[in-house]
């Protein structure tokens, strides 16, 4: 079930894209201003609008953590602004000068990236606000960039239909024509695809483009099988061009924004649809869901955003008690800690959650030093094909503490990781 909890109407013109952080709705549009809300009630914050660009501003995304917001506009320009103040912390002029149609974060913060109408694609590094590489794809402009969960790539759509594969280092890995009249959107699932049919190292992304058409595609992101890009399969139900398309936090579901005014829900495995939902009265421009509740935010042409409001289900097929979904992280359950937990593909740890009383509130004080001492989750950091050896071996025991593992589950480092790039980056130059 999906529920229309909120329509936002203070923009002047169309919304070209909205995006959320787990506390935050951002908004950009046509009227050259950002907007921001709290996801407590919707009110908007008080240093919102955003005021910089002199042009149209085409699109808006959170880092990670949620503590930067970067814009882009027509200007030529993509910002960085201070989500906790309002203000700017620094402004990328794209080399070119070109309008600037996208950007994205990488999983880890690292870098930024911006697509451009004349074709270019820069990658920012995020600590000193500096470009990192450059790239352009041969034909058309660049109006679409996913990275992909683990940040080892990322791709890019442009208005002459190509999908375009690039490693981190601004290398070309693939292309390939995707969709004949255009692109202009993709995104990747977060979660591995779980339909028995592939292994856990192989995630679906979508596109979709002015052929009315939204594609899924299977990737694969490991280092011993390569990068693939497989077409998998079409959904059907729009009819005209689809501009938006996400995935859920948990990959359950897909949802896709089109000209024909709709916005359908689909069931990621299955392709099939969820829920059409046709309040917009012009075309929908945008939609995304938000990164840890399931929170749908649509925007169209008709200068609004709807909020709509899903109820809570999971991997474990388990539906929380109660009719609507708690908002915020500190109000959760223990059980809903669970549902989360196995969302997020951590069914292991459920039973140690659940012995220690995890609630929301528990969850979001944990440190490294209660995981390892009260939960006896091991806590240290390892080379991955050197803790995968000690575990092939049927080593049970942490390589540090000599204490029984309660799971085997490994979990990436990316601060570690963040850290060790920021140092070789320094010292090679």
Known sequence: MVTLIHTLADHGDDVNCCSFSSSLLATCSLDKTLRLYSLNGFNELPYSP???HTYAVHCCC?????HILASCSTDGTTVLWNTQTGLILAVLNQPSGSPVRVCRFSPDSTYLVSGAADGTVVSWNMQTH?????GSVKDGSLVACAFSPNGSIFVTGSSCGDLTVWDDKMRCLYSEKAHDLGITCCDFSSQPISDGEHGPQFFRMASCGQDCQIKLWVTSLTDFLGFELKYKCTLSGHSAPVLSCAFSYDGQMLVSGSVDKSVIVYESNTGS???TLTQHTRYVTTCAFAPNI???ATGSMDKTVNIWQFELKSHCQAVRPGNEP???IEDWSEEEVSLWLCAQGLKDLVSIFKMNNIDGKELLSLTKESLTDD???DGYSYEKEAIENWISKKKRTSPM?????PSLILTPNRTLKMAIDRWLETHQK
């Open 50 to 52: 955003l005021k910089y």
């Open 62 to 66: 959170f880092s990670p953590s949620g």
């Open 130 to 134: 500096k470009l990192f590489r450059c």
């Open 273 to 275: 649809i969820l829920h």
């Open 294 to 296: 399931l929170l749908l």
């Open 326 to 328: 708690k908002q915020f």
């Open 375 to 377: 939960l006896k989750i």
């Open 401 to 405: 503490t000599n204490l029984v593992l």
